[in-house]
C-alpha cells in the first residue's frame, strides 16, 4: 500500500504539446491519493476472492422467497467456482482502472458499483456454494431494513444537527435515553403509541441538554457527546437497577411492534415482504428520510439550517438567528433519535435491558460521515451497514468455515474500509463544531 | 525591576487561573454529588413517598431523605478513602484509569479523539495474558516481557489508526470504534481457540497467569502497577514539554496546516501519536491482565475484563484537562468513586450506576463554568476559560 503514494507529480514542462496535456495533473492531491487508495483495495479484495476461488466447491444456490411466501419464486442455482472467479476478475478490472487514473466522468462511479456488487456476490457464493440451504435472500433484504431502521433514523439525526452546526456525539445517549422511556412508558400503558411519545419527549429532552451545553454554554461539542453518553448510561442504568429491575414484571415488559402488512402492495414477490411487511417504525424511518430531505433542500427554513452551518456569520448578518436555528435542529434532531431508541425496546423485544444500545449511535454516526452529511446518502450507509450485519447473522446459519466471530467482526471492518479506502478525507459543513459567539 | 514587576504580575495571574479552574472542579463536584442525591432520593419509592408531607410534617421527608443520602455517601467516601485497605483498593482501580487517561490525553493533545483505548486496551490484556500464562520465563523477566508485549500490541493497535488517518484521512473517531469492536471481536475468538482457552473448560476462559508475571503486591490490593501508572505520567508530562516530539504534538494540535507549513510533518506525528497512545491503553489493559485481585492472583482473561477502562479514561483525561497530572488527580478520583461506588452498593444498597452519573455530571459542569458561575456565583467563575482538551494548550 505504502507504494502509491510515492508518485512523482507530473509537473508539465516547457517541451510538453499542448495536446499532450495529461489530465491527471488537475487532479488533486486528495483526490488522486483517494483513487490510487480505492484502487489498491479492490485489487486486494480481488485477490482475495481468487483465493477463495479454489476452496470453492458445488453449486452456490439463492432462494429468492422463504418457504412459508404464498408466491414461490424460484431457487436461483450458480455454479460456485465460476461465479467465484467471474466476481474475481471483474474486481480486478475495477481496481485496475482506478489505479490506471483513465476512469472520467461516470465511470469511476460505475466501476466502485461493479466492484461493490462483485465482492458482495462473489462471497455470497463461495459461503453458499456446496450448501444443504440455499442462501435466503428475500430474508437477507427484509432483515436489513429491519436492522438499518434505528440506523437510519438515528443518522437523520446527525444529519439535521450537523447541517446546522452542532456535532452530535451524543446519538448513542438519546437512542438510549428513548429506549428506556419508551420500555417504561410501553409497560405501564401498553400502548404502542404512548412509548412512541415517550421516546420522541426523552430523545428531544437529551437534545435539549445537547443544544443547552453546546449553543449556550459553548462547551466542546464532541466532548459534550461523550459525556451526554455517559449520562444517558449511567441514568438509565441506575434507574433500572433501582426503580425498574426489582419490579420487571410490571415496568420491563413493553408492548412489542408487529408487522403490518401494506394491502396489495405487501404481496409484491420479493419487494413486498422487504418494503411493505415491516413495522410501523419501519415506514417511519423511511418516510423519515423523504421528509429530512425535503425539509434540508426544499423548505426556506432548511436553507437557513444550511447557511448557519457553513456560514453562520453571513446568515447573522442577512438577519438569521444563528442560535434560534440551531436549537430548532438540535430539537428537531431529537425526534428522530428519539424515534430510534424506540426501535431497541417496542420496536423489536419489549423490555429494556443496560446499555442495549451497544453501539449503534456510534454507527448512526459513522454513516452520517460516510454519507457525506446528506440525508439520503447517510441512510443509504445505514442500509449498507444493515445488510452487512445481516449478511454476518445469516452466514452463521449456513455453517461458513469462517469463525462466527470472525462474521460478527465484518460490519466494523467494512466500515473501516469504506472509510478508508472508499470514502477518504470527507469535508462536512463548514462550521460544524464550531460555537457562534457575536 | 520593571522584568520582576511583571514576572510577579504573570504569577499572580497564573496563580488565580489555577485558584478559579480548583475552584470550579471543586464545585463542579459539589453540584454533581448534589444532583446525584436527588436523583437518589427521587429514584426510592420509600423516600420519595414521604415528600407528600413535606408541607404538613417537613421533618418526614427531610429525615428521610438525609438518613438516605448520607448513608449513601458515607459509604462512598469509607470505601474511597476511609482506610489504608480503601486507599489501596482505589490505588489499584486508578492504575489502569490513570495509564488510559493517559492515551486519550496525550490524543488530543494532538487534536486526535482517541474513543479506541477500550480496544487498545482489549488488545493489550490479549498480549499481556498470553505471555503470562504461555511462555515459562525467570520471574522478573517474565513480567517485563509480559508489559512489552502489551504495550506493543496497544501500541500497532493505536498506530493502525494513525496510519489510516495520515494516509487516508479517514476520521479516527470512527475508525477507533470499528477497532474497539474488532478488538472485542478478536477476544472473543481467541477464547475459543487452543491456545487461550484453559484446557477442560467450555467457557471462554485462559489459564491463569503465575505470579512470575503478576504485578507484585506492596500493601493489601496496592501493587507495582500504580507506580508504572505515575512513571507513565511522568513520561508523558517530559515528553510533552521537554522533547521535540512533544512540541511537534502540540504545534499540530494547536494548528496542524501551520505545523506542515512550519515543516513538521504532521502524518509522521499522528502516526507516532496514535501508537504512544495505543501503547498507553495497552498499558491499562495489562493493569487488568497482571494486577492481582482481591484474592492475590490476577483475573484471567475474559469477554470482561478490562472493563469499560477506555470509555471512563475519556472523561479522565477530560477532568484532568489533559495534563498528565491532572490525568493523574483524576484518575484517582474516579478510581475513589469506583472503589467507593462498589462499597456503597453494598452498604447502602445504592447501585453503582450511581458513580457514571456522578462522573458524567462532574465532567459537565467543568465543561461548562457559565453554568457553574450561574449556580454558585462567589465564585467569579465566568472569567474562566476552559479547554478540557487542552489542544490550544
Redesign the interface.
Known sequence: ?SAT?QHEPHLPSLNDEPEQLDFTVTESR?AR??RL?SGVLILVVGVLLAVLFFTTTGISRFALSDAFAEVQLPTIELPGRLTVALCAVLCLLAGAGFLSGRLRGRAPMIAGLVAGLAVTLGFLAWAAAGKDLPFPVANQLAGTVFTATPLILGALCGVVGERAGVVN?AIEGQFLTAAFAAALTGSITKSIWAALFAAVLAGVLMAAVLAL?AI?????Q???G???N??A???T???????VQPNSRALNSGPVMQAIPIPLLADIPLLGPVLFQQTILVYLAIASIVVVWWLLYRTRWGLRLRAVGEHPKAADTVGISVKAVRWQAVLVGGIFSGLGGAFFTVGSIGSFS?DLTV?NG??A??AV??GRWHPVLAATMALFFGFVVQMASQLQTLNTPV?S??L??LP??A??IA???L????RGPAADGVPYTK | MTTANARADRFTQWARGRWREWAITLAAFVLALLVGAILMCAADPDVAGQFAYLFTAPALPLGAAWAKVSTAYSALLAGAVGSPTALAATSAAAAPLICAGLAVGLAFRAGLFNIGAQGQAIVGSIAAAWVGFALPLPPVIHLVVAVLAGLLAGGVWGGVVGWLKARTGAHEVIVTIMMNYIAGGVLAWVLTTDAFQRPGRDDPISPEVPASAAFPRLYEQLHLGFFVAILAAVAVAWLLDRSVLGFSIRAVGANPHAAGTAGMNVSATTIITMATAGALAGLAGVMAALGPSVNGVPVPLTEGLVGTVGFDAITVALLGRSRPLGIVLAGLLFGGLNSGGLAMQSVAQTPLTLTLVLQALVVLFVAAPQLVATLVPFLNARKAKVSLTGADA
Do not use: C, E, H
Open positions: 500500500m503514494t486528495d491519493r483517494a487508495s456525539v451545553f449556550k454554554y459553548l462547551v466542546d464532541v466532548v459534550l461523550v459525556v451526554i455517559l449520562l448510561s449511567g441514568l442504568g441506575f434507574l433500572f437497577d433501582q426503580l443496560k453501539g456510534f454507527i454516526l459513522a460521515i460516510m469463525p466471530q470472525f460478527l467482526m466494523y471492518i466500515t473501516i472509510v478508508a479506502g470514502i477518504g478525507r470527507t
